[in-house]
């Protein structure tokens, strides 16, 4: 039982120590200046564009006309200037949410879509990247090759039109699989005292999972071999995804999404540099 606990903190460390290895990052994004153009890409819009807006909104629009819409008075003698007052916070409120409505969430709709679209770019572009890094060692490298039980497995699947619908359905699954683990990291969230915990650690997982299904997509892994990886490998999963989904409980819920979403991309680049055999 020690034993078995103290190789479950070895991976979660392995994991954990493996996601902060942004320098590795940088060394992927010089060997391959597609891969430099996409994560680049990620960071200008969530993090410039998006993060900005935040910024500028919080510490600029919303002062502004908080300066020039002030809040209701408390003890003021003039009951007019009091009613004025509060037609001025009810102004200042529908003009902060229309700021939300027609700046905000469109910004995040397109921020989602594009980085849905340039993260497939940056698996494909890590992964031959890591090819011309000397990042690891010959040895380790043939960890990150697809085992011949999976091509075996992947040379089995019929062509033509059969193909298709079986990649399509394997796709609906995976992403029904997804939103009902999503689901219930929300439902676990509100259990008293241990829900925060196992809403982290759920969170993390679902992290871990998104960075590697770009690349077990890109090498056509089928969707049973992914889930048997995922469930061979927990604690390391549970490691990985933790240094991302921890700004998630200290920051609001748009500042954390588009800090994900910057973070995402060097997720999916150290992910290339570990993936032990399927067990």
Same mark, same amino acid.
Not at 44 to 59: A, E, H, P
Not at 173 to 178: G, K, M, N, V
Not at 193 to 207: C, P
């Given at each position: ?172 699954? *995976?992403?029904?699989? #997804?939103?009902? $683990? =999503?689901?219930?990291?929300? !439902?676990? +969230?509100?259990?008293?005292? @241990? ?46 995804? *933790?240094?991302?989904? #921890?700004?998630? $409980? =200290?920051?609001?819920?748009? !500042?954390? +999404?588009?800090?994900?979403? @910057? ?17």
């Amino acid at each position: 039982m020690i034993a078995k606990s103290k190789l479950v903190m070895l991976l979660w460390l392995e994991g954990f120590l493996e996601a902060c290895s942004l320098h590795r990052v940088v060394i992927l994004c010089h060997k391959s200046r597609k891969l430099l153009l996409r994560t680049g890409q990620c960071f200008l819009l969530n993090g410039l564009i998006f993060l900005g807006s935040l910024g500028v909104f919080k510490w600029f629009v919303n002062p502004t006309l908080q300066w020039i819409l002030p809040d209701p008075c408390a003890p003021v003698t003039s009951q007019d200037f009091c009613s004025f007052n509060g037609s001025y916070a009810f102004l200042r409120g529908g003009l902060l949410q229309l700021f939300y409505v027609f700046w905000f969430y469109p910004l995040y709709l397109l921020s989602f879509i594009l980085s849905n679209i340039w993260y497939n770019d940056v698996a494909k572009y890590g992964f031959e990247a890591i090819e011309k890094s000397d990042l690891i060692s010959g040895e380790n490298f043939k960890q990150c090759e697809v085992p011949a039980s999976l091509m075996m497995t992947n040379a089995e699947r019929p062509s033509g039109l059969g193909g298709v619908m079986i990649g399509i359905g394997v796709q609906v699954y *995976s992403i029904l699989l #997804l939103t009902f $683990f =999503f689901v219930e990291v929300y !439902v676990v +969230g509100v259990i008293p005292y @241990i829900g925060k915990i196992l809403n982290f650690l759920l969170l993390s997982w679902m992290y871990a999972y998104y960075c590697y299904e770009y690349k077990w997509n890109f090498l056509e892994i089928p969707l049973e071999k992914r889930l048997e990886f995922f469930e061979s490998n927990w604690a390391f999963f549970a490691g990985f995804g *933790s240094p991302c989904v #921890l700004p998630i $409980f =200290f920051l609001s819920p748009l !500042v954390s +999404g588009a800090l994900m979403a @910057i973070l995402f991309p060097l997720g999916q680049d150290l992910k290339n540099l570990w993936l032990p055999q399927l067990y």
